[in-house]
């Protein structure tokens, strides 16, 4: 496999702001250290690809907005290879933009699609599963998704069902999809967990260039005739007025219902590296290592006393002391503070949007 022809893509363009106050719709959590660790998340994506694709075949999707946030947290990226979307059109446009483009700059290329706001611990193992992946989709028409093995019954993400009953010819540790799982209530999510062919659909993917190009042309021709129509203009100075104008006319349609869920030669990878795709405080506390109480600190000056199964978040200079608490978030930005019990997150979005 030549490192050359590999290609990562990150999809940047979601506006959550369930990390309030950290994370808001000017700067959505991508963009934020929510590990405290000195590297937003958008970096962190970037860094565990160091090794499997030189800088110049690395690609940011992203919306118009945002693309400055891109430039200064990725500097190191060809600003010509921060694509701009002119409106949210979930990922089958997104995808289906920047593999065009790739595809014109070198037709072998091999690709991985990630999002950009996902937490990976175990970086090795994640780079070990991707060079095999790569491996795999090479000069093959396979698309390959990533599927976490689960550890408990999630009903916060997809899931795929996989025959384990004959691995791939080339990889015994990747398998066919029989089919994809939309979101469980808490009693479907326990029979999953308690079958070994099912896996949290993690969202990552990867594929050469001319697979993924070939089937939108086939199973989503809807998307796929706006870039095949438009490809002359890539790379050319009228490239970003014209998907300014036709990027809108795409549906609103994810690659999974677009493409995965149509095709024939789909497999998975059952991976297990301390993946999250860090929806909201609650997950963030839940994937970190806690103290012996249950909780988690994050900042340079932060004490609990008497308090169990909490988050503290305070990556200013100022001394925190948590007091009696029970099970609450208590995050603090530039300004703004939250203390919010665990059980209420879902209504933080009510006061992070005003």
């Not at 994506?45 to 800088?55: N, Q």
């Not at 593999?99 to 970086?123: E, Y």
């Not at 999630?154 to 939309?182: C, H, M, P, W």
Request: aromatic share 10%; with cysteine.
């Amino acid at each position: 496999m030549a490192t050359k022809d590999n290609h990562v893509v990150i999809m940047a363009g979601g506006i959550g702001s369930r990390f309030w106050p950290m994370s808001t719709k000017d700067k959505p959590k991508q963009f934020i250290d929510v590990l405290g660790c000195g590297r937003t998340l958008i970096q962190l994506t970037a860094d565990r690809f160091k090794g499997i694709c030189p800088p110049e075949n690395m690609w940011v999707v992203t919306s118009e907005k945002y693309a400055d946030i891109v430039h200064e947290q990725l500097p190191e990226l060809p600003e010509g290879n921060i694509l701009r979307e002119p409106c949210r059109r979930n990922t089958a446009p997104c995808i289906a933009y920047v593999s065009w483009k790739i595809k014109i700059r070198n037709p072998q290329a091999n690709m991985v699609v990630t999002p950009s706001d996902h937490v990976v611990l175990d970086v090795k193992e994640f780079q070990r599963v991707v060079k095999l992946a790569l491996n795999f989709t090479e000069g093959s028409d396979a698309i390959l998704t990533l599927g976490m093995k689960p550890t408990r019954p999630e009903t916060g993400y997809g899931y795929i069902q996989a025959d384990l009953s004959t691995a791939a010819v080339s990889n015994k540790e990747i398998y066919r999809v029989d089919s994809f799982k939309e979101k469980p209530d808490i009693e479907r999510a326990r029979e999953y967990i308690k079958m070994t062919g099912y896996f949290w659909n993690a969202g990552i993917f990867v594929w050469n260039v001319s697979t993924i190009v070939n089937a939108f042309r086939i199973y989503a021709p809807e998307v796929g005739d706006v870039f095949e129509g438009m490809q002359k203009l890539f790379y050319t100075p009228e490239e970003q007025e014209t998907i300014n104008k036709l990027f809108p006319l795409c549906p609103n349609i994810s690659v999974d219902y677009a493409i995965l869920e149509k095709a024939d030669e789909i497999f998975v990878f059952p991976a297990s590296f301390g993946w999250s795709d860090l929806g909201t405080w609650g997950s963030l506390h839940q994937q970190m290592e806690k103290d012996l109480n249950g909780n988690l600190a994050i900042g340079p000056d932060v004490t609990l006393y008497e308090s169990h199964n909490c988050i503290v978040h305070a990556s200013g200079e100022k001394k925190v002391v948590i007091i009696g608490l029970d099970g609450y978030i208590v995050a603090e930005d530039t300004g703004q503070l939250l203390v919010c019990k665990m059980s209420d997150e879902q209504r933080i979005k009510e006061f992070s949007d005003n």
